[in-house]
């Protein structure tokens, strides 16, 4: 059993990075590195990044700005930019605590432990995503899938989570490149087989010393007019951050 | 006194037909006054044992506040005293200890808010009937350490069957930290309440002490007790005795106080029907005796002209409003006893209802108690009695000669 | 009309028996009444109390809304829908309501509510919202930012009255919905799990929270009489005749409440039906007597050349006559009984909460259900228990009529 204290879903388990992008050679396909290097993409001690969320639903479309600033695995702060009804709100988590800012009516508001597993923004990542961060590599067990025709540039593995892994999913299936073992997809299947939402990977960009998708976009195959994409249109790994970033103070705006 | 109740059971004997009608007119009516009774007291049972044994218990003992705020952290001090306590209580039937906690449950089809319930299920088999209804799978049969037992309706909403993964979240105690765990449906029960088949995941007590990291405490301990109409008593030193350090120990009409009150409404109902029911009996007694006395007003009318002393008049007429007052309790003792018994074993269904946040899970049946068979009768017989006086005293007064001209 | 007469006559020959007869038959017919008149009394009141209270007699919603509810199912033009509905006849009133969930935080605590937008001055004539709060006020007419919590919404985070409360919830668009109140009061409706999430908002400040432009998710009729709701739902049905709204009696939409009541309510006709049992037995008895104790009587008619069928025709009169009579005093005297019990009531041992109110005594109802079926009863019990007698004494030889005692 693992206990996590991250929150805010994917926009931090993408925050969090370590390794420059490895480029193997590529005849050998080393399954596990791979899968390493998914897992480590985005993962880091300390990081600074400006995303981009647009939500998709059959009633309604929005697109937030944010700002968001982490440190370890503890501490997390989020200012949102756009659109103006948002704008100037602010998360800060430290540990297992959690708090909103609301500029609108200047007060700041302590988020009980029931609320903070339950969804934020309508956004389409489950709990599994919001509280729990697994290890592809710690905690799964993978196999090369040959390929199909006409992929040839593409790796696919299947990752099987360890027995009494709590994640709802049987197996997930990555898809890499083959030249840099960049992740182009992944697709969540459910016991009986069924696939139940794919998270697409796109627009490799170069962020200071690391190359990667600057695009996730996460579709679910059991809801119609649903999707969540995340663009990162800054990240930081190597800027220090101050301390006092995450205090209260700050996310009053001062 | 002999030569009285000869006589009057002779008179009553001459006429048989009409003793006989007059007889079951009464006797008809003591047999709706104890059918009734035993059908209210029948549905008080069932709604409390719906009530209780569903899940709740008779009593329940917490820590002291638990009930309001069900603090994750609130767990019941002194544990082990307790229960060793109960295990030598001697109006204790069964007790089940229990843990609960507010909890997400994932299915890879959607999520919902739960209750999380850890249970003993060797225990909690004796107190609840959940067990009982478990449709698919098991009630913790076998030892899965991640066995988990919904409701159908729950089942529903995640889109999930037995076997399934589900994985539950929740918070624990002291550290506020998410923890999470894997947990497969291993049984679906249905009880027909909606609550319970839509928010309760209940797993072994031991997963749920672990995820929430309680070491070995609990929240709740569910009682049964040998009689359950102990519960119903508040003077009873059991409450006492375990609401000690700290503890609270309360039985179901203070954990439901709704019921309670739906229950004195009912018997206030049934008192005032019942009062009414005694009212139509009254006249059929009344009716019956003065039927009686004018058939025989001739006969009356000799018996004084032969020099019967007034009081020896009335005490016979007294005698026999007794042997009919007799008669009729036979006959209604015995027309109660099979109306009753009968219902007894078909039994009334009322199954699916639900009322004052119970919902009725089994047949209704009517049951026997000592007071049908005794205040009832008692009662018929002195009113029969009281009113065969007015005739007594009637007859007593009456001049022979006009008497003996009334009979056409 | 000589038998009639003769009839008539008859009865009052023998003061004693007629009376205890018509005794029987008045008593039986009035306690029948009572009872009637009781159960129906305190159930409608029971059911009237719970729907007037709070969710009204008929509900209306967008189609699907009840089945599962979601803040898009709104309804449009409620202002329109609303004075077509006010001009059905019955109709007393209706309000309009908005549903949504948030987060709601005083201070340092925080907790899950339910957002619920009313029109304070509708909710207050029709389902006496006012007289539910139990601390501090009701809203003022104009949408002011006032929030009125439940009562254990308001002990949870440990709020009082003046106290700012802030909700954070989801926009209909989407965007993240917040804003600040100031509670203005405290209610009560009974229902303690309500309570316990019940977050009041006026109309208008509700539906500028959400982002929700002048619509609706229920709208609440009250009717005037509670029989009357069946008609009245028909006719909303077909005035609206909008196949994307929902029209709900209270059957429906408080369906446990209603197979609830619906039980206790044939419990009592078991009981009932006992009642009428007994009271036709007593009449059997009385009238079984009557007729047996004539027999000589009869002998004699008979003697003298009187037909058959004649004796019969008279003794069916008689019972028929006294039946009347005791039909006559006793409606009388049930309507006094249950005119009084319907005003006063009958207090109770100790007063009893259900969904928010306060019962105190029983009262009973009068209605056409409570004479009626004890008059048929009464009348039909007698003159069937007759027809057997009459026939037996209309067929005795007179021979065997004289002899007897």
């Known amino acids: 059993m693992k206990t996590n204290r991250t929150f805010l879903g994917i926009i931090l388990t993408m925050i969090f990075s370590m390794f420059p992008t490895a480029s193997t050679p590529a005849e050998v396909i080393d399954v596990k590195e791979i899968v390493h290097q998914v897992d480590q993409l985005y993962r880091s001690d300390f990081s600074y990044s400006e995303v981009e969320m647009e939500i998709v639903t059959p009633h309604w479309q929005r697109t937030l700005s944010m700002q968001a600033w982490t440190q370890g695995m503890d501490q997390t702060f989020i200012r949102i930019t756009a659109p103006d009804k948002e704008k100037g709100m602010a998360t800060l988590r430290i540990k297992n605590e959690m708090w909103n800012y609301l500029p609108k009516t200047n007060k700041v508001i302590k988020i009980p432990p029931s609320m903070m597993m339950s969804s934020w923004m309508g956004s389409d990542f489950t709990n599994d995503d919001l509280v ?48 840099d073992h960049l992740p182009v997809w992944q697709k969540y299947y459910d016991e009986k087989g069924q696939l139940m939402r794919i998270l697409n990977y796109s627009e490799v960009k170069k962020f200071g010393t690391r190359t990667l998708p600057a695009t996730m976009e996460m579709i679910p195959q059991n809801k119609e007019g649903h999707k969540t994409v995340i663009r990162y249109l800054a990240l930081d790994f190597d800027r220090k951050i101050n301390p006092e970033v995450f205090s209260l103070r700050h996310l009053r705006g001062d | 006194m002999r030569l009285y109740l000869k006589l009057a059971v002779r008179n009553l004997l001459r006429n048989k037909r009409r003793s006989f009608i007059a007889g079951t007119a009464i006797g008809i009516g003591l047999a709706a006054l104890i059918f009734t009774d035993a059908l209210m007291v029948g549905m008080e049972r069932n709604m409390i044992a719906s009530a209780t044994e569903s899940f709740m218990g008779e009593g329940q003992i917490h820590r002291a506040g638990y009930r309001e705020s069900y603090d994750v952290e609130k767990t019941i001090n002194r544990r082990l005293e307790v229960v060793s306590g109960l295990e030598h209580e001697t109006i204790i039937r069964h007790f089940s200890p229990r843990v609960f906690s507010f909890a997400m449950i994932t299915s890879p089809s959607n999520v919902s808010s739960v209750s999380l319930v850890g249970i003993d299920p060797d225990k909690e088999r004796y107190l609840s009937q959940v067990d009982e209804a478990v449709n698919s799978g098991s009630f913790f049969s076998g030892t899965g350490e991640h066995d988990l037992v919904i409701g159908n309706k729950l089942a529903e909403i995640l889109e999930v069957g037995l076997g399934d993964r589900l994985v539950l979240t929740v918070a624990q105690a002291y550290s506020g930290d998410l923890s999470q765990e894997l947990f497969r449906v291993s049984g679906i029960y249905h009880l027909n309440v909606q609550e319970m088949d839509q928010a ?57 106080p709704d019921l309670k009150a739906a229950f004195d409404l009912a018997s206030f109902a049934t008192f005032f029907v019942g009062l009414i029911l005694f009212g139509v009996v009254a006249l059929g007694i009344i009716n019956t005796l003065f039927m009686s006395l004018h058939e025989r007003m001739f006969e009356f009318g000799v018996l004084r002209a032969v020099g019967t002393r007034s009081s020896v008049m009335a005490l016979l007429i007294v005698f026999e409003a007794g042997a009919l007052a007799a008669l009729s309790i036979f006959l209604g003792i015995i027309l109660g006893s099979l109306v009753t018994g009968i219902m007894t074993k078909i039994g009334i269904n009322y199954v699916g209802i639900e009322f004052s946040g119970v919902t009725f899970r089994k047949l209704l049946y009517p049951v026997f108690q000592v007071k049908q068979f005794v205040l009832y009768p008692l009662v018929v017989f002195v009113f029969t009695v009281l009113v065969g006086l007015y005739p007594a005293i009637f007859a007593a007064r009456m001049s022979p000669a006009k008497a003996m001209r009334r009979s056409f | 009309m000589l038998t009639l007469k003769m009839a008539w006559r008859n009865i009052f020959r023998q003061k004693r028996r007629t009376v205890l007869s018509i005794l029987t038959m008045f008593g039986g017919f009035t306690l029948s009444a009572i009872s009637i008149g009781w159960a129906d009394g305190t159930y409608n009141r029971i059911i009237d109390m719970f729907t007037r209270n709070r969710l009204g007699h008929i509900q209306i919603h967008a189609r699907g809304y009840l089945d599962r509810p979601s803040i898009y199912k709104w309804i449009k033009d409620y202002q329109k829908i609303g004075e077509e509905i006010q001009k059905i006849q019955g109709v007393e009133a209706w309000v309009p309501r908005l549903y949504s969930a948030g987060l709601a935080s005083v201070g340092d605590k925080s907790a899950g509510a339910r957002i619920i937008g009313i029109d304070p001055e509708r909710e207050t004539a029709a389902t006496r919202f006012d007289k539910k709060i139990i601390q501090g006020r009701s809203f003022s007419p104009k949408p002011s930012h006032q929030a009125i919590l439940g009562k254990g919404l308001a002990r949870t985070l440990k709020a009082k009255t003046d106290d700012q409360i802030v909700i954070v919830s989801q926009g209909a668009d989407g ?113 079984l007597m009557t007729v047996l104790e004539r027999t000589r009587e009869y002998g004699v008619m008979r003697a003298l050349g009187t037909g058959r069928f004649l004796v019969f025709r008279l003794i069916v009169y008689e019972v028929a006559l006294m039946a009347l009579i005791g039909m006559v005093i006793g409606f009388g005297l049930s309507l006094l009984i249950n005119h009084q019990l319907s005003i006063h009531g009958i207090a109770m041992p100790h007063a009893f909460r259900y969904g928010g109110v306060e019962f105190t005594h029983y009262y009973t109802e009068i209605n056409a259900r409570s004479f009626y079926i004890p008059a048929v009863t009464v009348f039909f019990s007698a003159l069937l228990v007759s027809i057997f007698p009459a026939l037996r004494a209309a067929h005795i030889s007179p021979a065997r009529a004289l002899r007897t005692h």
């Open chain 3, 175 to 287: 965007s993240i919905a917040n804003d600040l109140y100031t509670i203005v009061g405290i209610t009560e409706s009974g229902d303690p799990t309500q309570d316990l999430s019940s977050f009041f908002l006026h109309l208008k400040d509700a539906q500028d929270l959400l982002v929700l432009d002048s619509v609706i998710h229920e709208m609440a009729v009250i009717v005037s009489k509670l029989g009357q709701v069946s008609r009245i739902t028909q006719q909303i049905r077909t005035t609206l005749n909008d196949p994307g709204l929902e029209v709900s009696p209270w059957q429906e939409f408080g369906r446990s409440f209603f197979v609830a009541m619906q039980a206790d309510k044939e419990g009592n006709w078991i009981m009932l039906f006992i009642v009428v049992l007994i009271v036709a037995i007593g009449v059997l008895n009385t009238v």
């Open chain 2, 200 to 256: 309760m995941a209940l797993v072994r007590l031991p997963q749920a002490q672990k995820m929430l990291g309680l070491g070995e405490e609990i929240h709740e301990i569910a009682l049964r007790f040998t009689d359950s109409r102990y519960a119903e008593e508040a003077n009873l030193p059991f409450w006492r005795s375990y609401s000690q350090f700290g503890n609270e120990t309360v039985g179901w009409p203070e954990l439901m």
């Open chain 1, 132 to 179: 729990k961060e697994f290890s592809l590599y710690d905690d799964f067990s993978y196999q090369l899938i040959p390929s199909a025709k006409g992929s040839e540039d593409t790796i696919l593995i299947n990752c099987i989570p360890r027995p009494d892994l709590p994640i709802v999913w049987h197996n997930i299936v990555i898809a890499g490149r083959k030249e």
